[in-house]
């Protein structure tokens, strides 16, 4: 089966940098993505581990480590508008589903 | 117009009766995901389907089925209602899993009486 952990809620404050970290269990482990959710909307796409390392993308930053099944979350500059939940989802193996399984997710507040 | 479309955006109804989510997208893409959150939870994934002809359950299947109707066409259907069926569900497509990238609806919320 699969298991995706990370924490429940994250508080920080305006301008600062945090942390959101994901571990994961899981057969057929093909990558990891991080979506963000705004008060129950579509969930959006931030970014996608395939390989071990770190993803920048703006603001955001992505690492995964695939011997210790392990990844994070990087926002650097929060802004208020940052403050939402943030899922990371594994991707399994095409010969195993190919299906994309959600953590519960952190909901990070972003403090003035 | 949006890329992925679900409707109902909101429904109630009451229990014992059957239930049709539909989702259509214009984006081409092959592959298509129901997902159900409940609050404060995660994405659950109820049934992908990476082509017509192809079904898939996920974690959560029973109480569900699904008809994928066309390669822009997928309907979540619950038979008979329940009240633990109340969550909010999503509609979700991807052409390839290469990036990890699902696009997603803006959900239909639906409550069992």
């Known amino acids: 089966g699969q298991s995706l952990e990370q924490p429940s809620e994250v508080t920080a404050v305006e301008g600062a940098i945090v942390q959101i970290n994901c571990t994961y269990q899981t057969s057929g482990f093909y990558g990891l993505s991080w979506y963000q959710q705004h008060d129950g909307g579509a969930p959006t796409f931030l970014s996608y581990n395939g390989l071990d390392g770190l993803e920048e993308t703006g603001r955001f930053s992505s690492f995964l480590s695939r011997s210790d099944s392990y990844g994070y979350l990087l926002l650097q500059e929060l802004q208020m508008k940052d403050s939402a939940s943030y899922f990371c989802a594994v991707r399994v193996l095409y010969n195993q589903g190919g299906k994309l399984i959600f953590g519960q997710g952190t909901e990070l507040s972003v403090k003035p | 117009d949006a890329d992925v479309t679900q409707t109902p955006r909101n429904r109630i109804t009451k229990t014992g009766k059957r239930i049709m989510l539909e989702c259509s997208q214009t984006?081409?893409?092959?592959?298509m995901y129901w997902y159900r959150q409940d609050p404060g939870l995660g994405l659950q994934l109820i049934y992908y389907?990476?082509?017509?002809?192809?079904?898939n359950k996920g974690e959560i299947s029973d109480g569900y089925s699904v008809s994928r109707q066309a390669q822009a066409k997928f309907s979540l259907s619950l038979e008979s209602a329940i009240p633990n069926q109340t969550a909010l569900y999503f509609c979700?497509?991807?052409?390839?899993?290469?990036?990890?990238?699902?696009?997603f609806g803006e959900g239909s919320r639906l409550t069992v009486l």
């Open positions: 979700a497509t991807s052409d390839s899993m290469n990036t990890g990238e699902l696009f």
């Open positions: 984006k081409g893409h092959d592959r």
């Open positions: 389907s990476f082509d017509v002809k192809d079904i």
